[in-house]
């Protein structure tokens, strides 16, 4: 069969055709962010929905290929990325999309690696392991250095050190925990949950300020449950001692220990400050008096080590109370000068014999 002129001319729609049918947008292949960073396949026309999502893909691509790549230009509007082996002709080019200067499109891509594979890649560091590997952490806390250099050479085919070890776990955590100034922040929180569980506890923060903003000095609690039973069940003798706080925000814990019935340690509060000395004693003592309804000192004994700054606040507060030392650091001192089984023996005799009362 054989066409006119006009036919032929018709073929694609007459003008009056085009102007009336409608116009539909083109539509690109979109990278999924929660499905294909595991294995990213790259095609010309993908779409990727900002500039750092095509870069994660990027690099997860050069992690499970374990290729070296670089990115030869990276800016705001045009990211290219080639191999790093000079024989290799892989590479991929994207550049933002003019409709709403956020989508990245790829534009040219030439799939093929002629490199050999390497075991070393820059992108295996500790802030991309600690986010690769949060949720076992999230699982198991005490996940050991073994099983993480397992899990990264069964992944990625890579040797992981001990600091890299380190890093990416502190960086998993914080993920986790968040920072240790936002963990702060949700201090006043805290004590209203503690209140919450454990109606009648006592907490209270101080803070100092740097111009307009709190910043934490120091927290006291006494949870009601631990001070109705000391008051309720146990002997009359309260431990004071403090230790040192290690980790990002360094201090003293300050605690304050009774003896129930059976012999046993029991205790009643605790406090957080910034250094062990008579003002911080003072405070936390105070804070005690009240919650224990400590109005005659009489008939209650401490045991403290020999802090002069404790001392001092316990002969101020408690002026009628019994005051005893720790034999235990009576003999960590004593044991500097005075040596042997013997001694230590003789020393823990003398402070558990009786006195007879004449």
Not at 81 to 104: H, M, P, Y
Not at 245 to 272: C, E, F, S, W
Request: proline content about 3%; glycine content about 6%.
């Amino acid at each position: 069969m054989h066409l006119s002129e006009g036919e032929l001319n018709s073929v694609d729609g007459s003008e009056e055709e085009r102007r009336h049918t409608p116009w539909v947008r083109k539509t690109y292949p979109e990278f999924n962010a929660e499905t294909d960073l595991k294995d990213p396949k790259f095609q010309v026309g993908q779409v990727f929905a900002s500039a750092d999502l095509f870069r994660k893909a990027v690099r997860a691509h050069a992690l499970k290929q374990r290729r070296a790549v670089v990115f030869e230009k990276n800016d705001p509007n045009r990211i290219r990325v080639g191999c790093k082996s000079e024989n290799c002709g892989w590479q991929i080019f994207a550049s933002i999309l003019s409709e709403d200067r956020r989508t990245f499109k790829v534009k040219t891509y030439t799939p093929l690696h002629t490199c050999a594979m390497v075991f070393k890649n820059g992108f295996v560091n500790s802030n991309m392991l600690g986010r690769k590997y949060v949720n076992q952490w999230r699982v198991n806390p005490d996940w050991n250095f073994a099983g993480f250099a397992q899990q990264l050479r069964d992944d990625y085919s890579v040797d992981a050190s001990l600091w890299q070890y380190y890093r990416a776990r502190k960086h998993a955590k914080k993920l986790i925990e968040g920072t240790v100034k936002e963990q702060y922040a949700r201090i006043w929180d805290y004590c209203a949950e503690l209140r919450r569980m454990n109606p009648g506890s006592t907490t209270q923060v101080k803070c100092s300020l740097d111009g307009d903003i709190p910043v934490f000095q120091r927290i006291y609690i006494c949870l009601a449950a631990l001070r109705k039973g000391w008051l309720e069940g146990c002997r009359r003798i309260i431990g004071l001692d403090g230790c040192f706080i290690k980790g990002q925000h360094r201090g003293q814990l300050l605690t304050a220990v009774g003896v129930d019935p059976n012999n046993q340690m029991y205790p009643i509060a605790y406090a957080v400050v910034e250094t062990e000395n008579r003002e911080t004693w003072q405070w936390f003592l105070e804070l005690l008096k009240v919650d224990l309804n400590i109005n005659n000192s009489h008939g209650i004994a401490w045991i403290t080590d020999k802090q002069k700054g404790l001392i001092d606040a316990i002969t101020d507060l408690f002026p009628n109370s019994e005051h005893r030392f720790c034999v235990k650091h009576l003999h960590n001192n004593f044991k500097v000068y005075h040596k042997g089984l013997l001694l230590k023996q003789t020393l823990w005799g003398a402070a558990t014999a009786a006195t007879e009362q004449r």
